[in-house]
């Protein structure tokens, strides 16, 4: 600690042997305040001589007469108003031409240009075909960075003004339309008309929904019907079934009348065939007496009993075959078959006889028996010829009727069954057409009935919402306010909103807000000059050969930390007492400051010491660094990415942000939160200068060596 000490009391003793030194030394202690005063004293109130920009103003506006004859030129009115003010340098150049030239050559920073039918636009806003009054602005904004977004301010200050007269007037002037109509305000705020027409409009939806709910239900019902699809599509089925049948009974029939005829005729044979037997039958019993022997009576009678069983078995057969044609329902052919079956009989009984005579052979037999026979036979004949004539009179003809009358039913059947089945199909197809249209009408009619329910539940919010409205304080005070001063409902319709502000941590004035930035940067500034201009190098001395490289660093040190914190104070006295800077809390603004240049002294000495003359120019760059990117002058979150990543690595956010609290008011602990993250920075200074620093000892050594020997450096 002696070395230390002895160290700083001999650098304290040079700084005394020449008046040359002591000047520069003091001079080092007030140009970094300097650089601060200036600064924060240019940016004390920027917008205070704001009257000193020139903007261009050019009326061309023509004016406008109202149905009233009154003149009006609202164009005229902005630039007289203009006149008056003093924040900016309105000028009013002759011409449009002139106006422009001179925003072009740098003579005036902007320029405005009124529209020819300013005041027209203005007060017909109200038609049809309207158009919004307009102006034309020109700006350079070459000549200045800032200018433009001054001027940009001015001419929207302007718009404003130009906005709330344009309201104002065309309030007015509606209000008075108002006023002059016979309409009932009171009852048109109310909304009774417009409730009643709701109403109108509910009832009248209800109805719609109704109707539409009823045909709902009654194509529900005609649904039903639809069943009838299913039916026609069975009894198509059916009827081509029936149809087959039909084409099927057709062939039939024409086998069944084929086969009648061949079997009509057979028929007709077979029965002329018995008949000539019969006769045959009749001449052999009537030949039995001419027979004179008994032998030979008895073949003849053998004969005879022969052809009867064959007369019998030929009944037999026409019997069974009229029997198989089922047609003995008819009359006719029931009479046939009855004496068929009697024919048989007296067949049989002739064959009986026949075998009785031939047992007996007795001649007076024989000759009853011809007799008996013969007699028979003649009942037989006219039988035989009573069946044939019914055959051939009536049976045949109705038999061929009645296959006549089925061809021609079944024909008729046929092509009844075709018209039917034709018509069924239709009747399908109508019926699948009519089930989806009555399906689609459903749908459709269910989805207008939501509809309609949607629309009469807005109506009733409306409903409701409207009559909330007209039974509320803010109703009557509107009717009664149109009732009021048309003059004073313009102002307010031009102004409608009223802004209460609130402003915290409030600072009277730019300059102040911008005293924490630059004196914080006056501070590195300071340090830096300190070190381009002093040694940080001791000489050597016989008293320092056994000085470590800590004592040597500590005790050079300590004379840029005494001169550091003369720059700190200068520049604390002059904010507070010279510019007068807006500070809530003047000591804690020092002590932040000392901190500050505390923890500036000893990073940038140690970067010199360590690195040079390589350290000075780092300790320029980290500067620069931070004047662009430590929110100092924009906010951070306004500056590129960029910055926004690497602000937190340097020192002077911490350092402004800390000042920041003792100038605007303090929250809760954010400045001692600031002044420890500072401080981070001394302990990463302490390691570059004698830990880092070590390695480097030689090679920068030898570095300077080199650059002396240039005689430049």
């Known amino acids: 600690m002696k070395t230390i000490l002895k160290i700083f009391k001999n650098d304290l003793i040079g700084i005394k042997k020449s008046i040359l030194t002591i000047v520069l030394a ?71 031409k002139s106006a422009i030239d001179g925003v ?11 529209d020819e039918d300013f005041s027209y636009n203005m007060f017909n806003a109200l038609t049809d075909n309207f158009v919004n009054p307009s102006f034309t602005y020109y700006e350079n904004e070459k000549k200045n960075a800032v200018a433009p977004k001054i001027t940009d301010t001015a001419v929207s200050t302007l718009k404003t003004s130009i906005n709330e007269t344009y309201v104002k007037a065309i309030s007015q002037k509606l209000i008075t339309a108002i006023d002059d109509s016979d309409t009932d305000l009171s009852k048109d705020l109310k909304g009774t008309d417009f409730i009643t027409a709701l109403k109108t409009v509910d009832d009248n939806l209800a109805g719609y929904q109704k109707t539409i709910d009823s045909i709902i239900k009654a194509n529900n019902k005609l649904k039903t019907s639809t069943k009838l699809k299913d039916a026609t599509d069975k009894s198509s089925k059916l009827l081509s079934d029936a149809g087959s049948a039909i084409d099927s009974s057709m062939s039939d029939i024409d086998s069944v009348g084929s086969t009648y005829y061949t079997v009509r005729n057979s028929l007709q044979d077979q029965i002329d065939s018995i008949a000539q037997d019969i006769q045959n039958l009749k001449s052999s019993a009537k030949l039995i007496h001419m027979k004179d022997d008994a032998e030979n009576i008895s073949a003849d009678l053998e004969n005879i009993k022969a052809d009867a069983d064959k007369l019998q078995q030929k009944i037999d057969a026409v019997d069974e075959y009229i029997k198989s044609l089922d047609i003995s329902n008819t009359n006719e052919v029931s009479d046939a078959l009855n004496k068929l079956d009697k024919l048989k009989t007296e067949v049989k009984k002739i064959s009986s006889l026949t075998a009785d005579t031939i047992d007996s052979l007795d001649m007076s037999a024989i000759t009853n028996a011809e007799n008996a026979v013969s007699d028979k036979l003649d009942q037989i004949i006219d039988s035989v010829s009573d069946i044939d004539d019914t055959f051939t009179s009536q049976v045949i003809p109705d038999m061929d009727n009645i296959i006549l009358n089925i061809k021609n039913a079944l024909k008729n059947a046929q ?109 590195w500034v300071g340090m830096t000059i300190l070190v381009s201009l002093m040694k ?107 910055f926004r990543q690497v602000y937190i690595f340097f020192p002077f956010p911490y350092a402004i942000n800390a000042m920041r609290e003792c100038i605007g008011g303090m929250y809760h602990a954010d400045m001692f939160k600031y002044l420890l993250e500072l401080s981070i920075f001394i302990v990463v200074a302490l390691v570059i200068g004698l830990i880092i620093r070590k390695p480097f000892i030689h090679i920068m050594h030898f570095i300077e060596k080199r650059m002396e020997d240039t005689d430049m450096m």
């Open 104 to 114: 072009k050559s740098g003579k005036y920073y902007a320029a405005v240009v009124i």
């Open 415 to 523: 092509d009844l069954l075709n018209t039917l089945n034709s018509t069924i199909n239709s009747a399908s197809s109508v019926f699948d057409n009519y089930k989806v249209t009555i399906a689609s009408m459903n749908t459709s009619l269910s989805d207008l009935s939501d509809l309609i329910s949607g629309i009469r539940d807005k109506i009733q919010t409306a409903t409701d919402e409207i009559n909330k409205a007209a039974d509320s304080e803010v109703t009557d005070m509107i009717i009664a306010f149109l009732n009021g001063d048309s003059e004073a409902l313009a102002s307010f319709l031009s102004k409608p909103v009223a802004v209460e502000e609130h402003y915290y941590y409030s600072i009277a004035n730019y300059g102040s807000s911008m005293a924490p930035f630059y004196s914080v940067l006056a501070i």
């Open 536 to 642: 940080v190098h001791v000489k050597d001395a016989d008293y320092l050969k056994d000085a470590r490289p800590h004592q040597l660093f500590f005790g050079r040190y300590l004379i840029f930390f005494l001169l550091s914190q003369l720059q700190v104070l200068v520049i604390v006295l002059g904010d507070l007492f010279l510019l007068k800077i807006q500070c809530l809390h003047p000591f804690a603004f020092w002590a932040t400051a000392a901190l500050t240049g505390l923890t500036f002294s000893i990073l940038i000495y140690s970067l010199t010491i360590s690195f040079g003359d390589i350290g000075k120019a780092l300790a320029v760059v980290i500067m620069v660094l931070q004047i662009a990117g430590s929110g100092g002058t924009y906010p951070i979150e306004a500056l590129p990415n960029f």
């Open 26 to 96: 003091v001079g080092l202690c007030i140009l970094p305040a300097l650089y601060a005063w200036f600064n924060i004293f240019a940016n004390w109130d920027p917008y205070a001589n704001t009257g000193n920009i020139n903007i261009a103003v050019v009326n061309l506006d023509r004016g406008y007469t109202d149905a009233d004859g009154n003149e009006m030129n609202m164009g005229q009115s902005v630039a007289d108003k203009l006149k008056s003010q003093t924040s900016i340098g309105w000028v009013f150049p002759d011409s449009e």
